[in-house]
C-alpha cells in the first residue's frame, strides 16, 4: 500500500488568513498530485492537480509540489468560513500500481469569522 | 444526469440481509471504482475496473461482490455484513489509457456516495 501522510488537524484560521495543508508520499515513481475537498456528508470533489514540480496556481488556492522531498502542499490564501471542509491529499501511484489514486486521511480545516 | 450517480443514498440492513449499491456514470470513462470510507481513516480502494474488467481486488472480503455489466454501471453486492462494515461508500470513475499513457492531470469524480448502516 502507498501511504499518503498529513496532519488530520483540526486546523483552525481566521477569515481572510493563509491555510497551509500539507501532504507527504512515499512512492518515489508517483506521477501527479491532487487536492479534493470534502464537505461533512458530501463526496469528494477535486479542486486541484500538479504534476511538474514548483508550485500552480488557481485563484485562491496555490499547489506547490517537490518531488525530491516527496512534499505536496495547499495553501488557501483569503481564507473563507465557505472553506470548512476535509482536504484530501491524493496521490497517482506509479510502476505496477500506475494510475491508481491513494489518499491520505485528509485534513479538517475550520476557517472562522 | 450528469456526473456520477450513485443509489441509495442511505441503506439501513440487517446482517442477514442482501443488498446492492449501484453507481452509473455519464461522463463516457472507462475505469470506474468502489472506494470505502470510515470514520478517521483514509479513503480504502476496494474494486478496480477497467473496460468492464475487474483489474484489482484490494483482499476484499467475499461479502461485498462487485459487478460490472458495461463500462457505465457498477454494482456491489452486500450480503451477510458485519457492523464494522458501516460506512460510506463511494463510487468512482475516471478516463484510464491504459499502459504508459496516464494522463498526469486526470484525477477521480466521485458519485454522492451510499451511507450504509449495518445493525
Known amino acids: 500500500q502507498k501511504e499518503v501522510e498529513q496532519n488530520s488537524g483540526p486546523l483552525s484560521v481566521p477569515e481572510g488568513a493563509i491555510a497551509s495543508l500539507n501532504c507527504t508520499y512515499s512512492?518515489?515513481?508517483?506521477?501527479?498530485f491532487f487536492w479534493y475537498r470534502q464537505y461533512s456528508g458530501k463526496s469528494p470533489e477535486l479542486i486541484m492537480f500538479?504534476?511538474?514540480?514548483g508550485d500552480k496556481e488557481d485563484g485562491r488556492f496555490t499547489a506547490q509540489l517537490n518531488k525530491a522531498s516527496q512534499y505536496v502542499s495547499l495553501l488557501i490564501r483569503d481564507s473563507q468560513p465557505s472553506d470548512s471542509a476535509t482536504y484530501l491529499c491524493?496521490?497517482?501511484?506509479?510502476?505496477?500500481?500506475?494510475?491508481?489514486?491513494?489518499f491520505g486521511r485528509g485534513t479538517q480545516l475550520t476557517v472562522w469569522p | 444526469e450528469t456526473g456520477v450517480t450513485q443509489t441509495p443514498r442511505h441503506l439501513v440492513m440487517g446482517m442477514t440481509n442482501k443488498k446492492s449499491l449501484k453507481c452509473e456514470q455519464h461522463?463516457?470513462?472507462?475505469?470506474m471504482y468502489w472506494y470505502k470510507q470510515s470514520a478517521k481513516k483514509p479513503l480504502e480502494l476496494m474494486f478496480v475496473?477497467?473496460?468492464?474488467?475487474?483489474?484489482e481486488n484490494n483482499s476484499v472480503p467475499s461479502r461485498f461482490s462487485p459487478e460490472c455489466p458495461n463500462s457505465s454501471h457498477l454494482f456491489l453486492h452486500l450480503h451477510t455484513l458485519q457492523p464494522e462494515d458501516s460506512a460510506l461508500y463511494l463510487c468512482?470513475?475516471?478516463?484510464?489509457?491504459?499502459?504508459?499513457?496516464?494522463?498526469?492531470?486526470?484525477?477521480?469524480?466521485f458519485g454522492s456516495g451510499t451511507r450504509l448502516t449495518v445493525v
Open positions: 491524493a496521490v497517482k501511484g506509479g510502476g505496477s500500481t500506475l494510475g491508481r489514486l491513494y
Open positions: 468512482a470513475s475516471s478516463q484510464d489509457l491504459g499502459g504508459r499513457k496516464q494522463l498526469s492531470n486526470y484525477g477521480y469524480t
Open positions: 475496473y477497467n473496460f468492464k474488467e475487474q483489474t
Open positions: 500538479i504534476y511538474s514540480n
Open positions: 461522463l463516457g470513462h472507462n475505469a
Open positions: 512512492d518515489r515513481g508517483s506521477q501527479s
